[in-house]
C-alpha cells in the first residue's frame, strides 16, 4: 500500500498521531524564545578556585581603582608539612566559549609569614568591577544547578544534569567551562573585566 493512500484512508488516525507531535514540538520551540532575546554578553567573567591547603588560604579583592589584588592569610593553626596552598583565576571569553587561566601561588618563605600580598603580573593590564551585575546585567553564579529539559525531554528521555558556574541574565542561562575544583566547593566570583569589553 502507498503512502499517499495510507495516509488518505487513515486521515483520522494519521492527524490524531501526527497533531499532538507537531504541537509538543511548538510548545518546545517556545520556551526558548525568551532566551533567544537576551542580548549576548558583553564583560568577560573573572572567578577563581583553589585547592585546600592546611596552611591557609589565599583571597581576592578589587579596590576602588579596578586592580584586582591578591592576599595569603596563614591560618592560626597551620597543619604540620602542610603546602602553601594554589589557586587560579579563570577569565571567560564568551566569544570563544573558553577560560583564560592565570596561576597563583606563594613561594614556600611567603608562606610562613602571616600575611603577604601576592602580585599577579599577568592581570595587572585588566581593571575589574565586583559588582553583582555586569554592566550588561549578567551575573555570575559559581554553583548553578540547572537541568536540561523541555517538554519533549520530559515525556521521552531523562534529563541530563548541569551543576557549575553560569552566568545568568533574566530568561538566558550560560554555562562556563568546567574547572578541575568546582566540585569542591572553592568556586569564588572575583569581578567583571571592564576595560576589556567584548
Known amino acids: ?79 604540620q608539612d602542610a603546602t602553601p596552598p594554589k589557586a587560579k583565576i579563570y577569565i571567560y571569553d564568551f566569544k570563544t566559549n573558553s577560560n583564560m587561566e592565570f596561576d597563583v601561588k606563594i613561594s614556600d618563605e611567603d608562606a610562613k609569614k602571616d600575611i603577604v600580598t ?19 546585567g549578567y551575573v555570575f553564579e559559581p554553583y548553578y544547578y540547572r537541568r536540561h529539559n523541555s517538554l519533549i525531554t520530559d515525556i521521552f528521555i531523562s534529563n541530563s544534569r548541569y551543576y557549575g558556574p553560569t552566568i545568568h541574565k533574566d530568561a538566558r542561562i550560560i554555562e562556563l567551562p568546567r574547572t578541575p575544583n568546582q566540585y569542591s566547593g572553592n568556586l569564588k566570583f572575583v569581578g567583571w573585566v571592564t576595560n576589556d569589553k567584548q
Open 118 to 136: 601576592i602580585s599577579i603580573p599577568d592581570l595587572e593590564q585588566y581593571a575589574f568591577s565586583n559588582d553583582t551585575a555586569a554592566p550588561d
Open 1 to 79: 500500500m502507498k503512502l499517499q493512500t495510507f495516509i488518505k484512508e487513515n486521515r483520522i488516525l494519521v492527524a490524531g498521531i501526527t497533531l499532538p507531535l507537531l504541537l509538543v514540538a511548538l510548545l518546545a520551540y517556545a520556551k526558548t524564545l525568551p532566551a533567544k532575546n537576551v542580548p549576548d554578553p558583553q564583560y568577560r567573567a573573572a572567578y577563581s578556585d583553589q585547592v585546600w591547603s592546611g596552611m591557609g588560604n589565599i583571597d581576592f579583592d578589587v579596590d576602588k581603582d579596578g586592580r584586582l589584588g591578591a592576599t595569603f592569610r596563614k591560618n592560626s593553626t597551620p597543619y
